[in-house]
């Protein structure tokens, strides 16, 4: 869709729908739907940045609160640890280096 919505800015909805097909091959319906899509939201979707595995030693009481918030929210651990760094780390920086 990210695709469409750069060639939107050239091109007209069914040059675009033509480029798709070529570029992706892509039938005419599928690209009819990305340039749908791409009209709708001209901001495109994020793209997630790429994971690493960063290994950790933690105490298994905090591994075992992290699963458990990980289940009832119904997401994975590593969502839940990147969550919660994310937080740690923006309060750190809205407070000047300030952990506590």
């Given at each position: 869709?990210?695709?469409?919505?750069?060639?939107?800015?050239?091109?007209?909805?069914?040059?675009?729908?033509?480029?798709?097909q070529?570029e992706q091959?892509?039938?005419?319906?599928?690209?009819?739907?990305?340039?749908?899509?791409?009209?709708?939201?001209?901001?495109?979707?994020?793209?997630?940045?790429?994971t690493?595995?960063?290994?950790?030693?933690?105490a298994?009481?905090?591994?075992g609160?992290?699963?458990?918030?990980?289940r009832?929210?119904?997401?994975?651990?590593?969502?839940?640890?990147?969550?919660?760094?994310?937080?740690?780390?923006?309060?750190?920086?809205r407070h000047?280096g300030s952990a506590?």
């Amino acid at each position: 869709m990210n695709r469409a919505v750069a060639l939107l800015a050239g091109l007209s909805p069914a040059d675009v729908v033509r480029a798709l097909q070529a570029e992706q091959r892509l039938s005419e319906r599928q690209a009819r739907r990305y340039v749908n899509a791409a009209i709708e939201r001209p901001g495109g979707l994020a793209v997630p940045e790429r994971t690493v595995v960063f290994t950790v030693r933690l105490a298994p009481s905090l591994i075992g609160r992290l699963r458990a918030v990980a289940r009832s929210r119904g997401v994975s651990l590593s969502a839940t640890v990147a969550e919660a760094v994310e937080r740690y780390l923006g309060h750190v920086e809205r407070h000047g280096g300030s952990a506590g």
